[in-house]
């Protein structure tokens, strides 16, 4: 059904766009309309139904125009007062006139009063509407009036059929949809207002389980029909892969087999793969992802491994060079700071197939690179990349193996509803040796003993960060407050060796920072958040984070895990300014008390909604509007399970329930 002009855009913006996109808008609360109260009995900061007989009524000129007016209803008195009004209004109040007023008594200058009450002109017997008064989201041009005129006229005129059957229903205990859906526009009076306001009622348990059905049913969606895709099969052919094992001075940790073992099953496979693997930090995912490209180097193919930024990207270069080189392997570098002449030499590599393992920035999946058979790409820290960057790297090369690592833990409800597209792996231990950071929250103002203990920590050989406060508003002001760090920080040390980091250093005068401290000529290293990913110096155990109340909880975990990468004890500093926010103060107790980064992510979630996580999930997922992915935990589960029976089986169930869900919103998912 088309809507009248006047109506379609407000619409629009509401996201309504068909009838039942009407049905689907529900009440974000109701008013009581359904019974009188006597004036003398409303109680404060109460709205109330009060139906009385205008005794006087004037339009007054008090600095601005103002229409006042009396009411009785038999016992006691009501003024009630309007600043902005229509002719029409002056007339309902005309005395005389019995009225019903909708709104909330207070004490007034004349006595009881009611300002920009609801007015209705009503009879002797006009009846009470029979339920609650549902109060809809709305938008500048369709008036609350208008919009339940619509919601109500679409649920008289649809069948509002159920999408599931009565069997599936009472084995899930779930209402049906059209009772649950009526109820919720209209409940009757007397309900537990508390269930209705916390969505705890049986009605919006239904709604909710559709909701997430019909997200669980695209995303499965999605995920079959990678799965009707072709992509070479790159078998484990144990001979690079065995290699780069033997030569490790240490064993992998049971839960990086395990993740490698499926990647490896996933990659021999005729299908393109597209593996979430998560792990904390520090977790040793970089060698499970060096592991999956030597199989597909085995095989001929050649990998890309992309990194959100240079310094990061650098790190894995050093390390897989470091790792993969003595096996013979060919790797190039590609990054938006190569000069001209390099960067030709690399291309040409990459384009010949000469390269078989290229890393870099989003630089890697710019127009002018092109594989001759890429095979895998790695994309490290999924979850910072946009949207463009993602599809860039799917246009490139046809459908290769995709593996994509985060180090921002997600927490089980989220990947299975956001992420149900993809598989996922998780790294659940560190490797052993590794001693877990302590965290100390220190007041600025105790900044002299927080100095003490670098020059201590420093005289017993050991290194530390400085990590600088974060600017977000500002790259120049960043920068500048980074350099002004570094400065009072070498006046504080005199006696040390003192270097710094930052974003917008050259990538080889970074590499050659990060050289001179992993070689100990640099003693304390002043840094922004580049050093956030990545940097890997076990040497350092004691890290100093100013301003942290600013910084975000994956930011501060991220940080924190530069540090506690050796066998020594560590530290981690927090500093942080009065007077904090009730969210900071939430957030560093949750670092405070915490070093689980699964622990963290789900506090994360908690504070501040499933949108950090998402990255470039959050355009191609339906987004959730009315289910909440921890209290609605239960029925993620068993939406998931009934999305995959209705899935298997023939019905045109599954079709028609994500009709009626995502309809005509426009829906793909661009991963
Ligand atoms: P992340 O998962 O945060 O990317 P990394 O891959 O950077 O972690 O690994 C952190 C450090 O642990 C690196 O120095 C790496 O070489 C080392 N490492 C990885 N696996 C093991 C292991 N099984 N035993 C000991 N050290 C390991
Ligand atoms: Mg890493």
């Not at 989201?137 to 919601?151: D, F, K, M, N, V």
């Not at 969505?199 to 499965?220: G, N, V």
């Not at 990647?263 to 792990?279: C, K, S, T, V, Y």
């Amino acid at each position: 059904m088309a809507f009248s002009p006047a109506v379609a855009k407000p619409l629009e913006k509401l996201g309504i766009r068909s009838t039942f996109d009407l049905v689907l808008h529900l009440p974000m609360r109701y008013e009581d309309e359904t019974r009188l109260t006597p004036i003398r009995e409303a109680q404060p900061g109460e709205s109330v139904l009060v139906e009385a007989e205008v005794v006087e009524s004037e339009v007054k000129y008090r600095g601005r125009r103002t229409l006042v007016a009396k009411l009785t209803d038999g016992k006691s008195e009501l003024w009630i007062r309007f600043l902005n009004f229509y002719p029409s209004q002056v007339k309902q109040l005309e005395p005389g006139k019995r009225v019903r007023v909708f709104g909330e008594i207070r004490p007034g200058f004349f006595g009881d009063e009611m300002v920009h009450p609801r007015v209705k002109v009503v009879g002797k017997d006009t009846p009470l509407p029979k339920s609650l008064t549902p109060v809809y989201p709305t938008t500048a041009g369709l008036s609350q009036h208008q919009l339940r005129e619509l919601i109500l006229g679409a649920l008289d005129k649809l069948a509002l059929e159920d999408t599931l059957d009565n069997a599936l229903l009472a084995k899930l205990r779930l209402g049906e949809f059209r009772e649950s859906v009526l109820f919720l526009h209209r409940p009757p009076p007397g309900v537990d207002r508390t269930s209705l306001d916390e969505r705890t009622h049986p009605a919006w348990e239904r709604l909710k389980f559709d909701e997430i059905l019909a997200q669980q049913l695209a995303m499965r969606i999605a995920y079959r029909e990678r799965r009707a895709k072709s992509a070479p099969k790159l078998p484990d052919k144990h001979t690079l892969t065995n290699a780069l094992v033997k030569s490790l001075p240490f064993a992998l940790t049971k839960a990086q087999k395990k993740s490698y073992a499926t990647i490896a099953r996933d990659l021999a496979e005729a299908h393109p793969m597209r593996r979430l693997l998560q792990g904390d930090v520090g977790s040793g995912k970089t060698l499970v992802a060096a592991l999956a490209a030597l199989q597909a180097i085995e095989n001929g193919a050649q990998v890309a491994l992309m990194a959100p930024t240079e310094i990061l990207a650098e790190q894995h270069f050093l390390k897989l060079s470091h790792w993969l080189v003595p096996l013979g392997v060919r790797i190039a570098w590609v990054a938006g700071s190569l000069k001209a002449r390099a960067k030709k030499q690399a291309l040409a590599g990459i384009a010949a197939g000469e390269t078989q393992l290229a890393i870099g920035t989003h630089a890697l999946f710019q127009g002018d690179v092109a594989f001759a058979r890429l095979g895998l790409a790695i994309v490290d820290e999924q979850q910072r990349f946009g949207v463009e960057q993602r599809l860039a790297l799917a246009a490139k090369g046809g459908e290769p193996h995709q593996l994509m690592m985060s180090a921002t833990p997600i927490p089980r409800t989220l990947s299975m509803s956001y992420f149900a597209d993809l598989d996922v792996s998780v790294i659940d231990e560190l490797p052993p040796g590794r001693t877990p950071v302590q965290t100390k929250l220190v007041s600025e103002k105790r900044r002299d003993e927080v100095i003490k203990r670098i020059r201590t920590a420093c005289a017993e050989g050991a290194q530390a960060y400085w990590v600088c406060p974060l600017i977000e508003e500002s790259e120049t002001l960043q920068l500048k407050t980074a350099l002004e760090t570094f400065e009072t920080i070498k006046e504080t040390f005199p006696d040390l060796a003192v270097g710094l980091v930052h974003g917008r250093l050259k990538a080889e005068e970074k590499a050659q920072v990060m050289a001179d401290f992993k070689a100990k000529k640099i003693q304390l290293l002043v840094a922004t958040t580049v050093i956030e990913v990545g940097v890997d110096v076990p040497n350092a155990t004691l890290m100093v984070i100013e301003h942290a109340e600013r910084m975000g909880l994956a930011q501060l975990h991220q940080l924190r895990g530069r540090v506690g990468r050796g066998a020594k004890k560590s530290h981690a500093i927090l500093l942080y300014h009065q007077p904090l926010s009730e969210m900071a103060r939430a957030r560093l107790k949750v670092i405070y008390e915490n070093n689980d980064g699964f622990e963290i992510a789900r506090a994360d979630l908690q504070l501040r909604g499933p949108g950090e996580f998402l990255g470039a999930r959050q355009s191609g997922a339906p987004l959730l509007r009315f289910a909440d992915l921890e209290r609605d935990a239960h029925l993620i589960e068993s939406a998931r399970n009934v999305a995959d029976d209705l899935l298997a089986g023939k019905s045109r169930a599954a079709a028609r329930h994500l009709d009626r869900w995502l309809g005509t919103r426009q829906f793909y998912l661009k991963a």
